[in-house]
C-alpha cells in the first residue's frame, strides 16, 4: 500500500516566482495535514483538511499562501510570491478519523529553497 | 499554547533508560508521540487520550496525567535504532484533529 505521496521532493526557486507542491493522502483517509518544518519554527501546521473541506487555516502564515483539495485524493499548496523565508521542509500528512487510532501519516517531504 | 517538552537534547549509551517530558499550558484531550530520524518524515508512535492511561510499544511506553497537563514518554534499555527527534504532538478536544507539535527533543544513542 502506498503511502503519503509529495511531490516535488526537492524545489529550488527564486524569489518572487510561484511555488506548487503536491500531495496524494492515503486512500480512504478523510484528513489532510499540511506542515512546515524549520530549526527555527520546528514542525508548524499551516492548514488542514476533513472530508476535503478546509477546516482551520489559521497557521497559513499570510495571504501568499494558498491551499486546496479538489478531491479526496489530491491537494496542493501554493506559495505566490516566494519569498526566502518561506525556505523550509513542507510536510503533507493524512490520517483516518482524525488520527485517534493510527495517528497521522507523513508523506516524505518537500525541501524548498527560495534564492 | 505549543507544549514545552524537556530536555531538548540527551545522549545515552546503548541500554540506558530516557525519560522525555511534554508539557501544557493549556487542558488536553490527547498526546500524540511521534519520532523523527534525520532527513526523514515523523513517524507515529502512540497516542494516549484522557484518562491518564499508560500505554507501551516494545521497549517504549509512555504515560499521560491530563490533571497535570503532561505526558512523558519512556524509553528503556535504549537500542542504537531509538536516535532521532522525538515530538510531542497535543490535541485540546475530541473533535478536532489538529495537533500542535512540541519543539523536539533529540536523542543520540551511542554504542
Known amino acids: 500500500d502506498a503511502g503519503v505521496i509529495q511531490s516535488p521532493r526537492h524545489e529550488v526557486t527564486e524569489m518572487g516566482q510561484e511555488v506548487t507542491l503536491r500531495c496524494k493522502p492515503i486512500s480512504g483517509h478523510d484528513y489532510l495535514f499540511w506542515y512546515r518544518q524549520t530549526m527555527m519554527r520546528g514542525l508548524e501546521l499551516l492548514i488542514y483538511f476533513n472530508n476535503n473541506v478546509p477546516i482551520d487555516d489559521s497557521g497559513m502564515p499570510e495571504d501568499r499562501f494558498s491551499a486546496k483539495m479538489p478531491n479526496a485524493s489530491f491537494s496542493t499548496l501554493k506559495i505566490q510570491p516566494s519569498e526566502p523565508r518561506d525556505s523550509a521542509v513542507y510536510f503533507c500528512?493524512?490520517?483516518?478519523?482524525?488520527?485517534w487510532g493510527t495517528g497521522q501519516f507523513f508523506g516524505p517531504g518537500t525541501r524548498l529553497t527560495v534564492l | 499554547q505549543q507544549p514545552v517538552q524537556s530536555p531538548q537534547a540527551v545522549i545515552l549509551r546503548e541500554g540506558e533508560d530516557a525519560v522525555i517530558n511534554c508539557s501544557s499550558s493549556k487542558a488536553l484531550y490527547s498526546v500524540h508521540w511521534y519520532r523523527q530520524k534525520h532527513g526523514e518524515a515523523p513517524v507515529f508512535l502512540m497516542i494516549?487520550?484522557?484518562?491518564?492511561e499508560q500505554k507501551g510499544h516494545d521497549k517504549i511506553s509512555a504515560s499521560f496525567n491530563e490533571k497535570k497537563q503532561q505526558s512523558s514518554l519512556y524509553l528503556t534499555a535504549s537500542q542504537l535504532s531509538y536516535s532521532g527527534t522525538y515530538f510531542c504532538g497535543t490535541a485540546g478536544s475530541s473533535n478536532t484533529g489538529k495537533l500542535i507539535f512540541g519543539q523536539g527533543t533529540t536523542l543520540q544513542v551511542k554504542p
Open positions: 494516549l487520550l484522557k484518562g491518564g
Open positions: 500528512a493524512s490520517s483516518f478519523n482524525g488520527g
